[in-house]
């Protein structure tokens, strides 16, 4: 249990003689301070009882407001048992108001991840938080089509603030850590249901971009009741409110057919279509490498005929033997390592080696650059379906069917867990399915 205390802090004494009282929490050598808003000098203070003295006209009045902190504080620390921290004591006495917003805690979070060097993560989530303060700001009144090109004329000028370094990334972040307009109290099932609305309405997102901002809520939502921002008895996740489920769309690859138009077609050298078949070639090659990775892999990740491959989404390391095919495109590339600067692919060749944010600025380029390209490769192959980055991992999946064992693909993949291969993998084995409709139906 937390040792619990009522202090006058010195060390923040204002100019008048007078400094603040304190509640004092303290366990595990962590200790939370929550300021009751009273001020008193040092004269007028017991530091042994813990209580104003009588020399002050208000002493009665005062020790009785503080004793009465004193006890919400003890009650706070008993009913949680020993599972309390310091700062959840201090969070859970500031009470509804006093909490951080929602949009706080989403900063904070936000700004760790970014810190962390996780970009991608990091700004996918800041975009959710523009995505509910446009929500919050929603003019009903307004026709549908003068909301949504609104809310498109917004983005536009903040990306192109971005770009002009007129509002930085950590700009955007700062913004909304002091935005108390969303408290978690607030958040409640009819709020994710207005939510879910507006998302698939107004911002015309799919089904699981939606289900990725509600994991987003629910990840946030655990950590404040952690915290002790907010009780739990709001959480609207818990028992048979609000329910997340995530969807499984078809995952569809090419055939082995369709990879041999990609190989055949005849392009240009040198131009931008002809780099893209190239990168998208290698990443199916070797088991269908995330192309973000395959942009920035660079030579010294070859060695002794092997590539030695850490997956950039989970860390997690892989040594592959360089397929015939794979060596054939690498080959070509290695004429100009220098001119690269050491990368495979020239995507990178500018970018500066210390500096995590503008690699991953260019790499995201490249692979918006690549999505453009691949559906001209598709037309020109005549292939009819959506050909895009991550098809490549995809049409591995397809063509391995049940030939490989799920261990080594589950290896191949990278996957942490066994079942996530056999979900995955169960998109492409039809087999077994086909010849029970056809013993139904060709009789």
């Given at each position: 249990m937390a040792a619990i205390k009522i202090v006058r802090r010195k060390n923040k004494q204002k100019r008048d003689g007078t400094a603040p009282l304190a509640v004092r929490i303290s366990k595990d050598y962590k200790t939370n301070y929550f300021f009751t808003?009273?001020?008193?000098?040092?004269?007028?203070w017991d530091n042994v009882t813990g209580k104003v003295k009588s020399s002050h006209p208000n002493s009665k009045k005062l020790n009785n407001f503080l004793m009465k902190k004193l006890i919400e504080a003890n009650d706070v620390s008993f009913n949680s048992k020993d599972s309390v921290t310091p700062k959840q004591v201090k969070q859970k006495l500031k009470g509804a108001r006093g909490s951080k917003s929602f949009f706080a805690v989403a900063s904070d979070r936000i700004k760790s991840k970014y810190e962390r060097g996780t970009f991608s993560v990091a700004k996918s989530e800041?975009?959710?938080?523009y995505n509910l303060e446009e929500f919050l700001n929603l003019k009903t009144a307004?026709?549908?089509?003068t909301i949504i090109n609104d809310i498109r004329e917004r983005r536009k000028k903040r990306i192109s603030k971005g770009r002009k370094s007129e509002n930085s990334f950590i700009d955007s972040v700062q913004y909304f850590k002091k935005n108390k307009t969303l408290r978690f109290q607030d958040?409640?099932?009819?709020?994710?249901e207005r939510y879910k609305t507006f998302c698939?309405?107004?911002l015309g997102q799919k089904t699981r971009t939606i289900t990725n901002q509600l994991i987003f809520i629910r990840t946030l939502f655990n950590l404040a009741i952690k915290e002790g921002v907010v009780d739990s008895k709001y959480y609207p996740f818990a028992g048979d409110k609000e329910k997340i489920r995530i969807g499984s769309g078809h995952k569809i690859g090419l055939t082995?057919?369709?990879?041999?138009?990609?190989?055949?077609?005849?392009l240009e050298k040198g131009t931008s279509i002809w780099h893209t078949r190239n990168v998208w070639l290698v990443a199916f090659y070797f088991a269908g490498i995330r192309i973000s990775d395959i942009v920035q892999l660079k030579w010294t990740d070859f060695k002794d005929n092997r590539l030695f491959y850490v997956m950039n989404k989970n860390e997690k390391p892989l040594s592959l033997k360089i397929p015939d095919k794979?060596?054939?495109?690498?080959?070509?590339?290695?004429?100009?390592?220098?001119i690269n600067n050491g990368f495979v692919f020239p995507f990178l060749k500018d970018a500066e080696a210390k500096n995590a944010e503008g690699i991953f600025i260019k790499t995201r380029n490249a692979t918006k650059l690549f999505n453009k390209y691949?559906?001209?490769?598709?037309?020109q192959c005549k292939i009819e379906k959506n050909l895009s980055n991550h098809i490549a991992r995809h049409s591995f999946g397809n063509i391995a069917g049940d030939k490989i064992h799920p261990l080594m693909l589950q290896k191949l993949y990278r996957h942490s867990d066994l079942k996530t291969t056999l979900n995955y993998q169960a998109n492409f084995i039809h087999k077994d399915a086909d010849d029970a409709l056809d013993s139904v139906i060709n009789f």
């Amino acid at each position: 249990m937390a040792a619990i205390k009522i202090v006058r802090r010195k060390n923040k004494q204002k100019r008048d003689g007078t400094a603040p009282l304190a509640v004092r929490i303290s366990k595990d050598y962590k200790t939370n301070y929550f300021f009751t808003g009273l001020y008193v000098l040092e004269k007028d203070w017991d530091n042994v009882t813990g209580k104003v003295k009588s020399s002050h006209p208000n002493s009665k009045k005062l020790n009785n407001f503080l004793m009465k902190k004193l006890i919400e504080a003890n009650d706070v620390s008993f009913n949680s048992k020993d599972s309390v921290t310091p700062k959840q004591v201090k969070q859970k006495l500031k009470g509804a108001r006093g909490s951080k917003s929602f949009f706080a805690v989403a900063s904070d979070r936000i700004k760790s991840k970014y810190e962390r060097g996780t970009f991608s993560v990091a700004k996918s989530e800041l975009s959710i938080l523009y995505n509910l303060e446009e929500f919050l700001n929603l003019k009903t009144a307004l026709d549908k089509a003068t909301i949504i090109n609104d809310i498109r004329e917004r983005r536009k000028k903040r990306i192109s603030k971005g770009r002009k370094s007129e509002n930085s990334f950590i700009d955007s972040v700062q913004y909304f850590k002091k935005n108390k307009t969303l408290r978690f109290q607030d958040i409640n099932e009819r709020f994710i249901e207005r939510y879910k609305t507006f998302c698939k309405a107004d911002l015309g997102q799919k089904t699981r971009t939606i289900t990725n901002q509600l994991i987003f809520i629910r990840t946030l939502f655990n950590l404040a009741i952690k915290e002790g921002v907010v009780d739990s008895k709001y959480y609207p996740f818990a028992g048979d409110k609000e329910k997340i489920r995530i969807g499984s769309g078809h995952k569809i690859g090419l055939t082995i057919e369709e990879i041999e138009r990609v190989e055949d077609l005849d392009l240009e050298k040198g131009t931008s279509i002809w780099h893209t078949r190239n990168v998208w070639l290698v990443a199916f090659y070797f088991a269908g490498i995330r192309i973000s990775d395959i942009v920035q892999l660079k030579w010294t990740d070859f060695k002794d005929n092997r590539l030695f491959y850490v997956m950039n989404k989970n860390e997690k390391p892989l040594s592959l033997k360089i397929p015939d095919k794979a060596k054939t495109i690498l080959d070509i590339y290695k004429k100009e390592k220098r001119i690269n600067n050491g990368f495979v692919f020239p995507f990178l060749k500018d970018a500066e080696a210390k500096n995590a944010e503008g690699i991953f600025i260019k790499t995201r380029n490249a692979t918006k650059l690549f999505n453009k390209y691949l559906k001209r490769i598709s037309e020109q192959c005549k292939i009819e379906k959506n050909l895009s980055n991550h098809i490549a991992r995809h049409s591995f999946g397809n063509i391995a069917g049940d030939k490989i064992h799920p261990l080594m693909l589950q290896k191949l993949y990278r996957h942490s867990d066994l079942k996530t291969t056999l979900n995955y993998q169960a998109n492409f084995i039809h087999k077994d399915a086909d010849d029970a409709l056809d013993s139904v139906i060709n009789f």
